[in-house]
């Protein structure tokens, strides 16, 4: 349970800090031609945003078993 709560913090941050220093990363990464050209101008702004808003709801998910608890009802139907 430990685990699975140091992992959800560390998803949280990165997820902060993907939204916080995005103008960094995208200076490192250089721009997402598919997002500038699908999104139009600042998709790449976009895509870490939305990158980061995910991770952070997956950490918030992960340590209280709502994750498996997603994805095994997914699964199960198959």
Known sequence: MII???YGILLVTWG????????KVKWWTGSF?????????GGTYLIMI??????MFLGV?????WLELLFWTLWEGQ
Do not use: C, V
């Open 16 to 23: 902060f800090s993907l939204i916080k220093y995005r103008r």
């Open 4 to 6: 699975k709560i140091f």
């Open 61 to 65: 998910l992960y340590p209280f078993g």
């Open 50 to 55: 939305l990158a980061g808003m995910f991770a």
């Open 33 to 41: 031609a598919w997002a500038e050209h699908y999104l139009g101008s």
